[in-house]
Structure formats: structure tokens, C-alpha cells
């Protein structure tokens, strides 16, 4: 079953601690993004990255962190030092190179801040 | 500064009748994309516009995009209810596979 899986689908962090969403793919895309929507909202990038071991910051990177060790996953962590977390968060990937560009989405992981 | 920009950012029509979302954009690109995103779900590619004078048409959806004028129009025709969502724009900056992303327009089609 092909596609972008992300978990969880909800969670809930306490003031202070550092939480991990996931963010899988077997579409064996290259590219993969990380955004953030919070509600009524547009979506604002976090981090995206292009290959393997490298990755850069969006508009809104501050208070987040990924890493890329493997093509098919790609985890955004949300740290303490993120003030305001509680959003909806989702992954994308698309494919590299001629006539490729379309972006496709995970499920996406609804974070609330207790 | 690079900009998307939907409007109407928020429209509620009755079903059977057309509308128009408009997506304005300030830098050169040939290539714009239009999602829709139902509630509390994630975002669906609907189409992809890769020149200028490119249509596409899905159902009762027609896109259209104009490079000259920088604007994507998003054609909705005799409305339905199943229609109902938000819909997003995004462009291609450049070709390096960032997008920059419209507000969204958020339609209601009442039955």
C-alpha cells in the first residue's frame, strides 16, 4: 500500500517537554517538507529536504528540528523552545527532476499543548 | 516580497450556481497548483498548471492559468454541496520545488 504515513494522528504535549511526529513514505520520492497550519490558516513551512543527510530551514524553523538519515522517513521534533507548538502539522514529499512538482500529503498530526 | 493571494478568502453560494476563485500572484512561474482541503483533513492535489493558457478540468472544476497577468482562476461550475472545502493555490518558486502557498479560500455550498 503505497502513500505518506504520519503518527500519531493526535498528541498532546506538556509545557516544557520535546515530542517527535513522524513522517514515513514508500513513494520512494526524493524531496519532503514539513508544514505547519493552525486553524483558519494557510500552510507555513518548517523544514524541507531535498536528499539524504541534508536538509534546510523554512520560514518558520525556530523551535523545530529533523533530521533526514533515511530517504523514506523524515521526523519533525517540536521542542520546548517552540512557544506556541499547538497546530496542525503536515508532511509532503514530491519527486525531483522534469515535469515533476506536485506535492502530496500525509494524513497529518493535530498537536495540542496541555 | 514573493506573494500568493486568493480571493475571496471566504464564500458561501447556493448549489447550481458558478463561481470564481481568483489566485493572484507577484514573481514569474509556470507552474501553479491547486489543492483542496476538506475539514480537518489534509490537502488533496486537484490540478496542475505547467504553461501559460494551460486548463484543466476535472467534474464541475475548471483551472486556468495566465502567466502574462500572473493569475490562476478556479472555476466551479453549477455548484454542489460535495463541493464544500478550502481550496489553496500554491506556486512554484522557481523551480526548486518550495512552494509558496495562497491563504485558502474557504467555500460553503449550501443545498
Known amino acids: 500500500d503505497g502513500g505518506i504515513t504520519q503518527s500519531p494522528k493526535y498528541l498532546f504535549r506538556k509545557e516544557g517537554q520535546n515530542v517527535t511526529l513522524s513522517c514515513e513514505q514508500n513513494?520512494?520520492?526524493?524531496?519532503m517538507y514539513w508544514y505547519r497550519q493552525d486553524p483558519g490558516q494557510g500552510l507555513r513551512l518548517i523544514y524541507y529536504s531535498q536528499i539524504v543527510n541534508d536538509f534546510q530551514k523554512g520560514d518558520i524553523a525556530e523551535g523545530y528540528s529533523v533530521s533526514r538519515e533515511k530517504k523514506e522517513s523524515f521526523p519533525l521534533t517540536v521542542t520546548s523552545a517552540q512557544k506556541n507548538p499547538t497546530a496542525f502539522y503536515l508532511c509532503a514529499t514530491t519527486n525531483l527532476g522534469i515535469g515533476a512538482g506536485t506535492q502530496y500529503f500525509g494524513p497529518g498530526t493535530r498537536l495540542t499543548v496541555l | 516580497e514573493l506573494k500568493v493571494e486568493q480571493n475571496p478568502l471566504f464564500l458561501s453560494m447556493q448549489e447550481g450556481k458558478n463561481y470564481t476563485i481568483y489566485c493572484n500572484y507577484s514573481t514569474t512561474s509556470d507552474r501553479l497548483y491547486w489543492y483542496r482541503q476538506d475539514p480537518g483533513k489534509s490537502l488533496e492535489s486537484l490540478f496542475v498548471l505547467l504553461s501559460n493558457g494551460a486548463v484543466k478540468q476535472e467534474g464541475r472544476l475548471m483551472a486556468s492559468l495566465d502567466t502574462k497577468a500572473r493569475l490562476s482562476t478556479l472555476h466551479i461550475t453549477a455548484a454542489v454541496h460535495d463541493l464544500s472545502a478550502t481550496y489553496f493555490c500554491?506556486?512554484?518558486?522557481?523551480?526548486?520545488?518550495?512552494?509558496?502557498w495562497g491563504a485558502g479560500t474557504k467555500l460553503i455550498i449550501k443545498p
Open positions: 500554491a506556486l512554484d518558486m522557481d523551480s526548486n520545488y518550495q512552494l509558496i
Open positions: 513513494l520512494n520520492h526524493d524531496a
